[in-house]
């Protein structure tokens, strides 16, 4: 565990924001890991629908870094970026971090990063090709 002193990133807006609750957690009081991926494939399908201008489902969890232990009370945020596209599929990261009020004052730590592969799919749930960024 890192007990550095971090800040939300200034430069973007979190994808996704919440906090757990005591029904979330584990046995030892701890958010289940469970919970934190479930919210991390909201935040990246978020990002992947907005790139992809269409539904898309998941396709893998590539990998998933649980740095800190997340708990009741923290408030999580979840920044999603697009960070590959494929024809038909997108990768995203997702960085998570929790903001919590300690003895020493508040205090933000990144708990989670993970990147997640979605595919974009059209009406009849086949895989599409994933159109041109509009910029």
Request: hydrophobic share 40%; proline share 7%.
């Amino acid at each position: 565990m890192s007990s550095e002193t971090m800040v939300l990133p200034s430069d973007r807006q979190p994808t996704l924001r919440l906090t757990p609750m005591p029904s979330d957690t584990n046995a030892a009081g701890d958010i289940f890991g469970g919970w934190i991926v479930s919210q991390i494939d909201i935040a990246g399908s978020i990002a992947a629908y907005r790139r992809a201008r269409c539904h898309v489902v998941t396709v893998a969890v590539n990998s998933v870094q649980f740095h800190e232990p997340t708990f009741v009370g923290d408030v999580i945020s979840c920044y999603a970026d697009v960070i590959k596209v494929g024809r038909t599929s997108l990768t995203v990261s997702v960085d998570v971090y929790a903001e919590r009020v300690t003895a020493q004052g508040p205090h933000v730590t990144k708990v989670t990063e993970a990147t997640l592969t979605y595919v974009a799919i059209d009406e009849n749930r086949k895989p599409r090709v994933v159109p041109p960024e509009v910029v």
